[in-house]
C-alpha cells in the first residue's frame, strides 16, 4: 500500500482507499489536536487559576462559556481517550474519519496512525496550516512556493520521516479580513491541489463575504472548486444569493458543527445555531437543488466537546442528530446517505 492515491482514492494514513469504500465519512473533525495559539487569558483576573486547570466537572459550567480560557480544553492529546471517542463513532456506523489538523496545530501523523490502527477506521489527515495564530514565526518571510513544496511533499512523500502521506490541503485558515499570510497559504494550497490532485478544505472567516472572498483567491490560483470544502458554513450562513454563487461554483459547502450548541462564543460574531436550525439550513439547500454538496461533521477541537468529558462528541450525528431531528424534520435515507456517504467520497478523492 505504499504508493500515493490515485484518481478515484482517498489516501488515508494507511495508505490510499477506493473512494467508493469510504462508506459513513465526517468531513472536518481532529483526533489530536494543539489550539494553544487560540489561548485567551481570562478577562477577569479572579479567573486565572480556572484557566490552567485540568478540565472536570468543577470547572466545566465556566469553561462551556470561556473554551478558549481553559489551556487543558485546547488540547486533545489523549490517545487512549481518542480512540474511544472514535470507537463510539464506529459503534454507530462510522468508518472515515478527515482529520484536518494541520501545521500549528500538533499535528501528529504517528500518533493518527496508531488511532487509526487501534479502530480500524479510515483516517485522511490535513497538512498546510491554520489561521494567522498558528503560524511558524517566519511566516512573513516565507514565499508562496515555499509554503506550496511543503504541502506538495506532505501529499507526495510523506510528513517529516515518518512517510506518512497527509491525504487533503487543509484546513487552510482564513480570518476575517483574511491576513496577508493567509492568503498566502490558500495561494500554495491551489497550486499544490493542481500538482497532486488533492482535495481542499477551507476554514472561512467569521463574515458572511469570507467564502467568497475565497472562492476568488483560490480560483485565482488554479483551484479546483469541484473539491474544494468551505468548512464552517453553518457558523456564518451568507444570505441565500452569495449562498447559490458559492454552491454553484461547486464548493462544498460544511455544515460541520454539529453538536455546538453553545450560549457563549469565545469569537464573537453570529448567534449560534442549534442542532435542529443547522438541519433546517440543509433542507434550504436540498429544496435549492444543492444536495449534491451537503457534507456534515462535528468539528470536535477541544475537551469540553468529548463525551468523555460531557460533549455530544464523534457519534453524535449518526446517534442522534440523524435518527432525532433529521427524520423527524422529513430529511429522507437517501439522502441522509449521501450527506454521509457519497458527498465525502466525491469531496475527498484524489483528481
Ligand atoms: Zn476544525
Known amino acids: 500500500m505504499d504508493r500515493p492515491a490515485k484518481s478515484g482514492e482517498a489516501q488515508t494514513v494507511l495508505g490510499p482507499v477506493a473512494a467508493s469504500a469510504l462508506g459513513v465519512t465526517m468531513v472536518h473533525e481532529h483526533l489530536l489536536i494543539d489550539l494553544t ?3 485567551t487569558e481570562p478577562a477577569d483576573g479572579s ?3 480556572l484557566a490552567r486547570q485540568p478540565v472536570g466537572l468543577s470547572n466545566l459550567s465556566w469553561i462551556r462559556r470561556f473554551w478558549n480560557s481553559n489551556l487543558d480544553n485546547l488540547r486533545l492529546d489523549d490517545e487512549a481517550v481518542m480512540i474511544e471517542e472514535a470507537m463510539q463513532y464506529r459503534r ?4 472515515t474519519v478527515v482529520e484536518v489538523s494541520n501545521i500549528g496545530l500538533g499535528r501528529d501523523p504517528e500518533g493518527i496512525r496508531r488511532i487509526a490502527r487501534a479502530t480500524g477506521l479510515h483516517v485522511v489527515m490535513g497538512s498546510g496550516c491554520y489561521v494567522a495564530p498558528s503560524h511558524p514565526p517566519d511566516m512573513d518571510s516565507r514565499t508562496v512556493e515555499q509554503i506550496e513544496e511543503e504541502i506538495v511533499r506532505d501529499i507526495t512523500v510523506g510528513v517529516g520521516d515518518t512517510g506518512i502521506r497527509a491525504g487533503i490541503i ?4 482564513c480570518s476575517w479580513p483574511i491576513t496577508a499570510n493567509e492568503r498566502k497559504v490558500l495561494q500554495a494550497g491551489a497550486r499544490a491541489q493542481r500538482r497532486t490532485g488533492a ?7 467569521r463574515h458572511e463575504d469570507s467564502p467568497l472572498e475565497i472562492m476568488a483567491c483560490l480560483r485565482e490560483a488554479g483551484a479546483d472548486l469541484g473539491r474544494t470544502i468551505m468548512s464552517h458554513m453553518d457558523r ?3 444570505p441565500l444569493d452569495k449562498l447559490k454563487t458559492l454552491a454553484r461554483a461547486g464548493c462544498g459547502i460544511g455544515l460541520d458543527t454539529f453538536g455546538q450548541e453553545t450560549w457563549m462564543y469565545p469569537f464573537g460574531g453570529a448567534d449560534r445555531l442549534s442542532d435542529a436550525q443547522r438541519v433546517d439550513l ?3 439547500l436540498v429544496a435549492e437543488g444543492f444536495d449534491r454538496q451537503v457534507l456534515v461533521s462535528h468539528d470536535v477541537g477541544y475537551k469540553h466537546r468529548l463525551s468523555s468529558y460531557g460533549g455530544s462528541g464523534l457519534a453524535h ?4 442528530v440523524i435518527p432525532y431531528v433529521m427524520r423527524r424534520k422529513g430529511v429522507e435515507d437517501e439522502r441522509i446517505n449521501q450527506f454521509l456517504v457519497t458527498n465525502p467520497a466525491r469531496y475527498i478523492a484524489f483528481a
Open 47 to 49: 479567573e486565572r487559576d
Open 92 to 95: 454507530q456506523g462510522g468508518a
Open 317 to 320: 450525528v449518526l446517534s442522534t
Open 170 to 173: 487543509g484546513e487552510l485558515g
Open 199 to 205: 482535495p481542499l478544505s477551507i476554514h472561512i472567516g
Open 236 to 238: 456564518i450562513w451568507p
Open 282 to 284: 440543509i433542507k434550504i
Open 37 to 39: 495559539c487560540l489561548f
